[in-house]
C-alpha cells in the first residue's frame, strides 16, 4: 500500500470487469487442476495404500486415514478452484485501457493504460487448444503492470487482441 496515494482508496471500489470467463473456461481450469494436482494425488495414494495392502497389512489400519488426510486438500483444490477462477476472471476493454480481474485465492486488478502496451500475444496450450480457449498476454514497458487474460474463447481473444493491439484505436 502506498502512503498518500488518492487513488489507492478508490481500487477497492472498482466494479467488475464485465467480459467473464465461461463454462468451457471453468473445464478448463478443471481439467488443468486435476492433471495438476488431484490426479497426481490419487494415483501416489492409492499405489501407497495397495503396496501397503500387499506387503504390510497390519500398517492400513493407521495408512488409510493418514492418506486420505494428506488427500484432503488436493481433491479440495481441484473442485473448489475452477469455479472460484470462473468467478474471479474477468476483462473488459476501455477507450483508454485494459481492465482485468484475475486469481482464485489472491485477487488481482489490474488497470493498464492503452498508451503503454509494447506488445499483445495470444497464447494457447494443448489443453486450452482442446477447449478452444486462449490467453491474451497484454506487455508493457513495466513487468508490474503486464497482465493475463486467461479462458478467453479463441475467436473473442484475437478481436480482443487487435483492439488492445498498440497502434490500434479502440
Given at each position: 500500500?502506498?502512503?498518500g496515494n488518492p487513488h489507492h482508496s478508490q481500487i477497492g471500489r472498482l466494479r467488475p470487469p464485465r467480459h467473464r470467463a465461461g463454462p468451457r473456461a471453468?473445464?478448463?481450469w478443471t481439467a488443468r487442476a486435476w492433471l495438476a494436482v488431484g490426479g497426481p494425488?490419487?494415483?501416489v495414494s492409492g499405489a501407497l495404500l495397495a503396496l501397503s495392502a500387499l506387503f504390510f497389512p497390519g500398517a492400513l489400519f493407521w495408512l488409510?486415514?493418514?492418506?486420505?488426510?494428506?488427500l484432503a486438500p488436493a481433491l479440495g483444490y481441484a473442485l473448489l478452484a475452477p469455479a472460484r477462477r470462473c468467478r474471479?476472471?474477468?476483462?473488459?476493454?476501455?477507450e483508454s485501457a485494459v481492465y482485468a480481474a484475475s486469481g482464485w485465492y489472491w485477487r488481482r486488478r489490474r488497470i493498464v493504460a492503452l498508451a503503454g502496451v509494447r506488445e499483445v500475444a495470444v497464447r494457447r496450450g494443448p489443453l486450452q487448444r482442446l477447449y478452444g480457449l486462449a490467453t491474451v498476454t497484454?506487455?508493457?514497458?513495466?513487468?508490474?503492470?503486464?497482465?493475463r487474460i486467461a479462458g478467453v474463447p479463441e475467436a473473442e481473444a484475437r478481436t480482443l487482441a487487435e483492439r488492445i493491439r498498440p497502434g490500434v484505436a479502440a
Amino acid at each position: 500500500m502506498v502512503a498518500g496515494n488518492p487513488h489507492h482508496s478508490q481500487i477497492g471500489r472498482l466494479r467488475p470487469p464485465r467480459h467473464r470467463a465461461g463454462p468451457r473456461a471453468r473445464r478448463w481450469w478443471t481439467a488443468r487442476a486435476w492433471l495438476a494436482v488431484g490426479g497426481p494425488a490419487l494415483l501416489v495414494s492409492g499405489a501407497l495404500l495397495a503396496l501397503s495392502a500387499l506387503f504390510f497389512p497390519g500398517a492400513l489400519f493407521w495408512l488409510a486415514p493418514l492418506t486420505a488426510a494428506a488427500l484432503a486438500p488436493a481433491l479440495g483444490y481441484a473442485l473448489l478452484a475452477p469455479a472460484r477462477r470462473c468467478r474471479t476472471h474477468a476483462w473488459e476493454v476501455g477507450e483508454s485501457a485494459v481492465y482485468a480481474a484475475s486469481g482464485w485465492y489472491w485477487r488481482r486488478r489490474r488497470i493498464v493504460a492503452l498508451a503503454g502496451v509494447r506488445e499483445v500475444a495470444v497464447r494457447r496450450g494443448p489443453l486450452q487448444r482442446l477447449y478452444g480457449l486462449a490467453t491474451v498476454t497484454v506487455t508493457t514497458g513495466s513487468t508490474a503492470a503486464d497482465l493475463r487474460i486467461a479462458g478467453v474463447p479463441e475467436a473473442e481473444a484475437r478481436t480482443l487482441a487487435e483492439r488492445i493491439r498498440p497502434g490500434v484505436a479502440a
